[in-house]
């Protein structure tokens, strides 16, 4: 037979349900604002390489495939991240400098669509 718990059981019980579930909330917060972060990053990241995608086009007078494969393949020659070669070819319009290394390979980049 089920024995009726006391009312101290009854509240013991409760509270162990009620921190079950507010680790479970706030984990499933947690969780939340780190996609939320990794979004917002992505974003932020996007911008310059459409930015950056769009200064090849222009540069280089090609398509907008194209102009990715060019930004592609500067990051795997300088072992450089895509979004920051897009933010370092952006910064390009403010200060005019970019890194020796992503100026060569850039203009190797180039010169291969020409070649296309």
């Not at 200060?95 to 390979?105: N, P, Y």
Request: aromatic share 2%; net charge neutral.
């Amino acid at each position: 037979m089920h024995q009726a718990a006391t009312p101290y059981e009854e509240q013991r019980l409760w509270a162990a349900t009620a921190s079950t579930e507010a680790v479970a909330l706030v984990a499933e917060v947690l969780e939340l604002r780190a996609k939320n972060e990794q979004l917002s990053k992505a974003l932020s990241s996007r911008a310059a390489i459409d930015q950056a995608r769009g200064m090849v086009m222009a540069l280089a007078r090609c398509s907008s495939e194209r102009a990715w494969g060019v930004l592609v393949d500067v990051s795997q020659h300088c072992n450089v991240k895509l979004r920051d070669v897009a933010v370092a070819l952006v910064a390009t319009a403010q200060d005019g400098h970019l890194s020796e290394e992503m100026q060569r390979e850039l203009r190797r980049a180039l010169r291969g669509l020409s070649d296309r």
